[in-house]
């Protein structure tokens, strides 16, 4: 891991960042079944194949950083599945080597028509791991010691694959999200950025205030960005103006395409909102107020696609812009 800011450090040729969009998505476009507790994590041991196509679409799409499989990979979650410790983390560092192999077909050593794409490497919430929604809600029955046990290992195996840098993403909590810079704290050089889910323009999803959780990561070894993800589209700008608020590091959004996840359903409604999952463009035509507000990094969560991604790489050629 380069103790660098590998985000500010690609934010030197480019003036934001383009982050890929949705694996379930494409995984679920491809044919996969993922009604299972594992989600897209599973095809790591059944299909990685698929999931290395899924981050080369992206890539070739114009990406410039890629979020691997393993937002839901956890040992105990293999273990539950049936697999050995060993086979877990095997499939766990298997998923920064396949964005890696990905990248590799699309980007090659001295190509200047673009900055050689990162790979961040998922670090999903104790709630992921619960597969009970509770990443949308907090309330977690760990403290930050807990959770500190809890993502340790898979923290540890991810940084030992190589990955430019870990994505702590999803997390419902400014607790979590402490207990990841405990961790950054016991793995000098390591950098992870952390993003949150939203409830609304202002609070993440257990209710904090994301200004408060802003100026509580500002000054975190480590911590390379801080932002949102997986949050509705209407949201993004005031939550950027609130962190910018609080602090001068890069600040990461990916909200999803506009439809409505039930946690308890499992299922995806379309949002009373201009931006629907048939509006390939949603993204885009908030990128020059969320880039006004201080966003440094774009991409998509859930139900967007390399469609969705390409827009925003083009957006950014169309205006003379690498």
Same mark, same amino acid.
């Given at each position: ?47 990685? =194949? ?7 679409a ?9 979020? !691997? ?7 105990? @979650? ?7 410790? =060993? ?9 920064v ?25 998922s /670090? ?8 009970d %929604?509770?990443?949308?809600?907090? %309330? ?19 940084? #030992? ?5 870990l994505?702590? =993403? ?10 990841? !810079? ?24 257990? @209710?904090?205030?994301?200004?408060q ?8 070894? @480590? /911590? ?28 990461? /959004? ?19 909102c ?7 463009? @949603? $993204?885009?035509?908030?990128? =020059?107020?969320? $880039? #006004? ?10 139900? !967007? !696609? ?17």
């Amino acid at each position: 891991m380069n103790e660098l800011n590998p985000i500010k450090a690609l934010l030197a040729d480019v003036p934001f960042m383009v982050i890929d969009g949705a694996m379930a998505t494409e995984l679920e476009a491809l044919g996969c079944d993922l009604n299972d507790a594992l989600w897209s994590a599973r095809l790591l041991a059944q299909a990685p =194949e698929k999931i290395r196509q899924v981050h080369q679409a992206y890539f070739e799409a114009g990406a410039d950083c890629a979020i !691997t499989a393993s937002y839901q990979a956890t040992v105990p @979650g293999f273990m539950q599945a049936g697999m050995t410790a =060993e086979e877990a983390r095997a499939l766990i560092q298997l998923s920064v080597t396949l964005a890696q192999q990905a990248r590799d077909t699309v980007w090659q050593p001295g190509q200047t028509d673009r900055p050689k794409p990162l790979v961040a490497a998922s /670090v999903g919430p104790y709630g992921a791991y619960l597969a009970d %929604g509770s990443e949308y809600r907090g %309330g977690y029955d760990l403290d930050r010691d807990g959770l500190v046990e809890f993502h340790r290992e898979r923290f540890e195996l991810l940084l #030992a694959a190589g990955a430019d840098l870990l994505a702590a =993403e999803t997390l419902p909590s400014l607790e979590e999200a402490l207990a990841i !810079t405990d961790l950054l704290a016991e793995n000098p050089g390591a950098q992870a950025w952390i993003t949150f889910s939203a409830k609304d323009g202002q609070h993440i999803s257990d @209710g904090t205030p994301i200004e408060q959780c802003a100026a509580a990561l500002a000054n975190c070894p @480590g /911590v390379a960005a801080i932002g949102v993800n997986c949050t509705a589209l209407a949201h993004i700008e005031s939550l950027i103006q609130a962190i910018r608020r609080q602090c001068d590091l890069p600040i990461l /959004v990916y909200p999803n395409s506009g439809e409505v996840y039930d946690a308890v359903t499992k299922t995806w409604h379309p949002a009373q909102c201009d931006h629907t999952a048939a509006d390939i463009s @949603g $993204l885009a035509q908030g990128v =020059e107020q969320w $880039l #006004a507000a201080g966003a440094s990094g774009i991409g998509g969560c859930c139900r !967007t !696609t390399p469609e969705d991604i390409q827009v925003l790489a083009q957006w950014r050629r169309s205006r003379q812009i690498v």
